[in-house]
């Protein structure tokens, strides 16, 4: 969200960026380097360098970030084979359901939009009521 945010002005260099999201920086950095392989993210070495996202956050949808990291998030399980039990086809076919409902709305949110609803939720978490 920080490389959304900073888009396209600057890069940050990790260990900034570890401080800002309080993760472990080699953590982080594992992160950082599956993105950059990934052509999601240019670096820059020396001073005023770091990462910085490589496409406008409105052309990245937040789906194509997870697939990179963690692969389809899927609830998928192996076709069922003929001697399966009905119960076992009706989770089957559920689950298909649910793996493609979340592609489509992971895909359907980009980093951009993301980042608005965050800013709209941490907004309105500071309101003060009397």
Same mark, same amino acid.
């Given at each position: 969200?920080?490389?959304?945010?900073?888009?396209?002005?600057?890069?940050?260099?990790?260990?900034?960026?570890?401080?800002?999201?309080?993760?472990?920086?080699?953590?982080?950095?594992?992160?950082?380097?599956?993105?950059?392989?990934?052509?999601?993210?240019?670096?820059?070495?020396?001073?005023?360098?770091?990462?910085?996202?490589?496409?406008?956050?409105?052309?990245?949808?937040?789906?194509?970030?997870?697939?990179?990291?963690?692969?389809? %998030?899927?609830?998928?399980?192996?076709?069922?084979?003929?001697?399966?039990?009905?119960?076992?086809?009706?989770?089957?076919?559920?689950?298909?359901?649910?793996?493609?409902?979340?592609?489509?709305?992971?895909?359907?949110?980009? %980093?951009?939009?993301?980042?608005?609803?965050?800013?709209?939720?941490?907004?309105?978490?500071?309101?003060?009521?009397?």
């Amino acid at each position: 969200m920080q490389l959304a945010r900073l888009w396209p002005r600057s890069y940050v260099q990790s260990k900034d960026l570890s401080v800002y999201e309080n993760l472990p920086t080699k953590f982080l950095e594992s992160i950082l380097l599956a993105l950059r392989r990934g052509g999601f993210l240019d670096s820059k070495v020396g001073s005023g360098g770091g990462y910085r996202l490589s496409r406008s956050p409105r052309e990245v949808s937040v789906g194509e970030i997870i697939r990179r990291l963690e692969g389809r %998030l899927t609830v998928k399980e192996p076709a069922p084979r003929a001697e399966t039990s009905p119960g076992e086809v009706a989770v089957h076919l559920l689950n298909e359901r649910l793996t493609d409902a979340t592609d489509r709305v992971l895909d359907a949110m980009t %980093l951009e939009e993301l980042m608005e609803q965050v800013s709209k939720l941490a907004t309105a978490q500071q309101m003060y009521y009397i």
